[in-house]
Structure formats: C-alpha cells, structure tokens
C-alpha cells in the first residue's frame, strides 16, 4: 500500500510540474524582458525550456534577455542551441555576431554578420556593425566597402565613418583600438587615482569609444559582467597630446556583483585619459572576459 501510494504521490507532483503551459510561461517572459526586467524574467524562461527543451524561440529569446545583462557566455549557448535545433532561424546569427565581438572573437563575429547578411541583404545596419569590427581588425578596405554599403542603403550615421575609414589619426590624436585586455595591474591604485589613471587613447570613434570598450571587456571577481556610467571629465592635467599642452581625465563609476547573488551591489571609481597611451591593463580586483 505504501509503495502504491508514493508512486501516486510521484506521479502527482510530476503531472503539477508539466501541466504549465510552456508558451504561456514564454509569452510572460518576454512580457518581462520587453519591460526591460531580464533578472525577473530568467526563472519564467528557464522553466519553458525544461518543459520543451527543443523550443527554440524560447532559447533566442532568453539569449537575446542574457545579452541585454551582457552574460555573453551564457548568451552564446542558446544561440548555439537555437541553430541546433532549427538551422533556419536565421535571424540568430545578427545577436549571436554581437555576442561573439563582446567576447573578443572578433573573426567569429564578421563570420556571423555574413551570414547574417546574407539573410538580410539590404539590412544597413548589418553592413555598419560588420564594418566596425572589421575597422577594428585594421582590415581597412572591407571596413570601407561595408561603411559606403550601409550609406547605399541609408544609414546615416555611416557617412563619418566612411568618410575617415583608412585615417591613421582621430583629430590629430594616434588610433590605438582596444580589443583585449592581456595584463593585469598589481598596482593597487592604477586606474582608481586621479594620479594614476588608464592611459587608454584614443580609438576610432574618439571621445570615450574606447573607455567603453574597456569596461565592457571587465568582469568582476567572480566573473559576472558590471554596469558603470560617465560621470564627466575633471582634473586637468599636464600633456603634450591634449589642447594647449593640457588634457582631462574621464570619470566613471561602475558598479558590479549583481542582485543575482542576492547581496547590496558594490560600486568604485575609475579614471580614463584618451590623451596618452601606454598598453591597458586590467584593474586590480577584475578580470576579463575570455573568446569561447
């Protein structure tokens, strides 16, 4: 008697388990990641995809609510998972490209922004993100040909950088792009002092291009990605690549250990110049992130 009734006990909870709907549950989900409440949207995704795991519009759509919270690992396993389980959803490769740049396979991500084109030929702004990693690989005449398609096309944002795709300098500063972060810093104060701050320069885009680039390449201790926002320039200082023999820092505050670990997020204080350069390094207490 007792084994029949915890086999039918069993057999309840299993029943309660599957008798959701997993295109309800997706549908509340993307409701959330719509709003921009990727965090509360995961458990609605995750328990859609453990009900129908080869649902692959519910892998994209929780790819696409991963990379909006730069978990660009993780993002790049559903979009794996997505082509797996339907290699005709093309529309996959254009997110997954962006993932792929974020973590540093910048040859991954042209190849994905092909395909992507492929799919969509007369899709400006493919033309303009493939020609930006290809910039930044200093691949010079397929940035060029991809900036002049998307203005073809009518992007308009696209003209200035067709206009200076093959100069050497930004405003008469050196173009020093930053696409990895190889060292780390042992120097407790490097990047966190007015005095010491990260000699970044200056990137293809000027202004603070590649301070972002910078940051989006962090992680934190743990390995989860961190949030920051500019907070202004300040502190003049001496230089003899800034305006009159003068340049400014950029200041930044990031904030990283997200509410995923349920404890009060942390935030510091960072300094930029794009004036001088001298080969980034990795802030002590972070790390980076690293190609699949």
């Given at each position: ?10 057999a309840?909870w ?24 990727y965090?509360?949207s ?26 909006k919270m ?44 092909t ?33 002049a398609k ?8 696209a003209?200035?950088k ?23 810093s ?10 010491n ?6 990137g ?13 390449l ?36 990031i ?38």
């Amino acid at each position: 008697m007792k084994k029949i009734i915890v086999v039918f006990i069993s057999a309840f909870w299993l029943t309660q388990g599957y008798a959701q709907d997993p295109k309800k549950l997706l549908k509340e989900a993307m409701e959330l990641a719509k709003q921009g409440k990727y965090q509360e949207s995961m458990p609605l995704f995750n328990q859609s995809i453990d009900i129908a795991p080869g649902d692959y519009y519910a892998r994209y759509n929780r790819g696409l609510a991963k990379l909006k919270m730069n978990y660009y690992t993780d993002a790049l396993k559903d979009f794996d998972a997505t082509l797996m389980l339907s290699a005709k959803y093309k529309k996959v490769f254009a997110l997954r490209a962006e993932t792929k740049r974020r973590l540093t396979d910048y040859e991954g991500a042209i190849g994905d922004y092909t395909e992507a084109i492929k799919n969509e030929p007369t899709n400006a702004d493919l033309y303009f993100e493939r020609g930006n990693v290809n910039q930044l690989l200093y691949k010079k005449d397929s940035a060029c040909k991809d900036f002049a398609k998307a203005v073809q096309l009518g992007k308009k944002d696209a003209k200035k950088k067709l206009d200076k795709c093959k100069d050497e300098k930004y405003d008469g500063l050196p173009i020093h792009p930053i696409l990895k972060l190889t060292k780390a810093s042992d120097d407790e104060t490097y990047g966190y002092s007015e005095k010491n701050p990260i000699r970044i320069g200056c990137g293809f885009d000027g202004g603070p291009g590649n301070e972002e680039d910078y940051i989006k390449l962090l992680l934190d201790a743990k390995g989860w990605p961190i949030y920051f926002q500019r907070l202004g320039s300040c502190c003049t200082f001496d230089s003899p690549n800034g305006f009159d023999g003068k340049g400014v820092l950029d200041k930044y505050r990031i904030v990283y250990q997200p509410q995923k670990d349920k404890l009060k997020d942390k935030e510091t204080i960072i300094y930029f110049t794009l004036y001088d350069y001298d080969e980034p390094k990795i802030i002590k207490g972070f790390t980076v992130v690293t190609p699949p």
